[in-house]
């Protein structure tokens, strides 16, 4: 499986992105995607994830009610819109999916898109 990631860049405070991150796969084939963020200096974090078979989505505290993890089956790709963005936004941001094959969970990562927010 192949993930790439696009969308990242530079913006002010209180600005917004859109990340993408487009599957060599179809994404109906996943378990579960997501977005995760690594700071400098600080261990990489879930920032977003949504279950394909529900639809459901999960936050982080730090970013509810400003990002939305979403997916397009018919594109292959996932998003997340970043809203009201802080400095402490800052960071790598990942997309990884999960697979189960029997009883094996497999992960996979993308090559990460670099987000600066500016005060």
């Known amino acids: 499986v192949q993930l790439v990631e696009s969308g990242g860049g530079l913006v002010q405070a209180g600005g917004s992105l859109r990340l993408s991150c487009a599957a060599s796969?179809?994404?109906?084939?996943?378990?579960?995607m997501g977005w995760y963020r690594q700071a400098p200096g600080k261990e990489r974090e879930l920032v977003a994830s949504?279950?394909?078979?529900?639809?459901?989505?999960n936050y982080a505290d730090s970013v509810k009610g400003r990002f939305t993890i979403s997916r397009d089956n018919a594109k292959d790709t996932m998003y997340l819109e970043m809203n009201n963005l802080k400095p402490e936004d800052t960071a790598v941001y990942y997309c990884?999916?999960?697979?189960?094959?029997?009883?094996?969970?497999?992960?996979?990562w993308g090559q990460g898109t670099q987000v600066t927010v500016s005060s």
């Open positions: 796969r179809s994404t109906g084939s996943f378990n579960t």
């Open positions: 990884k999916v999960a697979i189960r094959v029997i009883l094996t969970l497999y992960h996979y």
């Open positions: 949504i279950t394909t078979g529900d639809g459901n989505t």
